[in-house]
Every structure is written in structure tokens, then in C-alpha cells.
């Protein structure tokens, strides 16, 4: 609503809104800070909680309706995303992992959802909280695995010659330890964003479009087509930045049970 | 004098700062955006030609040019969050 008012406030010119106006909410829940991120969170929770539970309730042995998406997802974790990453011995980090995958999806997918048009991970508390987990889950998997031996085996990894330590340790440091984690949430974070401050862009130039004088309607092929385009192609970025998160939470995983390569 | 120059002399200290913030955020994702494209593209295309050459391991070339995409696009990406930073902080 505030964007139609943004854009008309004008008299049909072009007004962009302001990036606080595109992804601060009102408190929905006043006093406790609950706005529509939250909401989101809560829902992503909530939601595939629910999917599973439905799924579990099941007793056929030919898997029907709602079982078919559950397996199906669990399916394409293990097949996609941990063997590919981590291997056999991966499979005991399904849950996680599949939580992380669905967390992160149904955060994404809000973003072309009527009603909340907005993706949760458009704001970076959430991702950098999944990445400081993911951060301390592998640091934490390569202590267990490997005990001290572990900082050693990735800070001097086998096989260099002994001066380039000078060189190898403070990148291995910095890129393993300290920017790891802020990278990984920056990924997630900028993709939703970028995506939805696109769709804001294509909405707000539909709106200006239709506000125009009769004879620029065909303008809306472009603008009004982009937003569906867009719109399309934010699914697909929804699901691959999910796919993307998760795999990059198991290789690092992966990288902590067998540090040598 | 040229027509940006009477332009900046028009302006007050906050707005040559906004002006100049502008810029910058414009050149910072537009450099940022230089060296990902190429990578990327160049990323792809190979994984299409690996995924061509030998069709029955297209599944973990797919995977594993995911993972290449995200590790590259991760640059622009920060170049983008540097645009958001200079523009709206």
C-alpha cells in the first residue's frame, strides 16, 4: 500500500521508495517487537513441521499426497546435497541439514507470496544467525573428529612446502575462520535482497506505467511482463539460494570430517 | 567549465557528499559486477561443455557448478551490499 502511495504521490512521476520503506515492518505484536520477519520465521517454522508431521502420520506403504513431497524433499537432500558434499558417512547431519534446507526455502519463498511479498532473508539477522550455527557446527565437528589436530591439519595443511606457511596460514585463518561465516550469510542475504528490491522496481514501474497517459500502455508488456518474468525466476532463486546455503553448510561440514582435501 | 562542474559548484556540503555517495555506489557495483560476470560465465560455460561431453555425469557437474556459482557470485554480491551501504547508510 505504501508503495502505491510512493508511486502516486507524484502525480504519476516516477518515485522510488526507500530502502527502510521496502524491508522495515511495523510491529504486528507491539510491545515485543513481533513484525512480519518474525511472522515468517515462526511460519517457516511452523510450516514444514506440520508437512512432516502429516507426512509421519501415514501408515500406506505407497506414499501419497503430502508424504510425496516429504520424501521427496528428504530425498533430494541426501541424493543432492549430502552425498554430493559430504559422502556416506554424512547422513547422520540429515536432520540439520534438512532443516537448515527448509528454513531457509520457506524464508526465500515469501518473497512472491501474496500477503507477505516480502523474503525473510532479506534481512541479515536471520542468515547470519544459520551461518554462526554453521560455523560453530564445523568447527565444532572438526574438534570431535580430530581433536587440536584439527586446527592444525587446516591452518598447516600436508603437502606445502614449510616457507609458504608465512603465506598459507593467515589465508587459510582468515578464509576458514573469520569470513566464512560472513560470507555465507552475505550470500543468502544479497540474493534476496537484490531480488527483492528487482521485484519493487518492475511493481513500482507497472504502477507508474498504468498511472500514464493512454497512448504508453503498451509499456506494461515490458514492465508488467517483467514483473511476471521476475517473479518466476525469484522461485527459481528462492530454491537454488536454499540449495546453495545448504550445500555450502555441508561441504563445510564436509571439509571438517576429512580436512586433508 | 563543464556542465558536471557548474552542476557541483551549485551544491552545499550535503548534497555534493550525497552526489558523491551516488557515484561511488554506481562505480562500486558496477566494478564488482566485472570480474563475477566473466568468472561466471566462464564457470558455465565450462560445465555445459563437461555436461555435453560426458551427458551421464551431468548430475555432479550441475552440483558442483552450483557450488562454483555461489563462491563466485559471492564478490558481486559484497559489491552490491557496498552499493546498499554507500547509497542508504
Redesign the interface.
Known sequence: MSLLLAAESEGGGLEFP???QLVEWPDIIDPIGFNKIALIHVLSVVVPALIFFLASRQKSLVPSGVRTIAEGTIEFVEK?IIM??IGPDGMKYLPVLLSYFLFVFFGNITEVIPFFQMPANARIAGPIVLALISWAMYIGIGVKNHGMGYFKEVLFPPGVPPALYILVTPIELLSNFILRPF?HA??L???M??GHILLVTFGVLSITVAGMAIGWIWLEVFTFGGLVAFTAFEMFVSL?QA??FT??AA?YIGGSLHPAH | MSIAAQVLAQLDGAETKAAAAAEGAGFAYGLAAIGPGIGIGYLVGQAVQAMARQPESAGQVQTTMFLGVAFTEALALIGFVVFILLKFA
Do not use: G, P
Request: charged residues 5%.
Open positions: 526507500s530502502l527502510t543432492q554430493q558434499a560470507s552475505v550470500r542475504f544479497a540474493n535482497l537484490a537454488i540449495f546453495v550445500i555450502l561441504v
